[in-house]
């Protein structure tokens, strides 16, 4: 059992940064590739990145690319995600997301979630 706990969402002006973390219980995190997702009001749920479990691999949402870089700390059991160049519709709970196999873009192959830090862009 794996459980994420995300951190870093607030109020930011359009053009500004965030760093979210997540951090995960368990011995294994090296094991899992993690994914960020984010969910707007009344749309669904959608991939932003993932990361392999070395950090090695990558993956981007075309949405996102250039702006946001995901990467991980194992020693610290750690994944974060840096938010730059932000934009209104970046408006979001972000949710992060584990898995025991590789890096996926498809949210239904996860399998463990965390709550979710919300993430508002002001324009």
């Known amino acids: 059992q794996v459980q994420l706990v995300e951190t870093g969402g607030g109020l930011v002006q359009a053009g500004g940064s965030l760093r979210l973390s997540c951090a995960a219980s368990g011995r294994t995190f090296s094991s899992y590739a993690m994914g960020w997702f984010r969910q707007a009001p009344g749309k669904e749920r959608e991939f932003v990145a993932t990361?392999?479990?070395?950090?090695?691999?990558?993956a981007y949402a075309d949405s996102v690319k250039g702006r946001y870089t995901i990467s991980r700390d194992n020693t610290k059991n750690t994944v974060y995600l840096q938010l730059s160049t932000l934009k209104p519709e970046d408006t979001a709970v972000y949710y992060c997301a584990a898995r025991s196999q590789g890096p996926s873009v498809f949210r239904d192959r996860y399998d463990y979630w965390g709550q979710g830090t919300q993430v508002t862009v002001s324009s």
């Open positions: 990361i392999s479990g070395s950090g090695a691999g990558t």
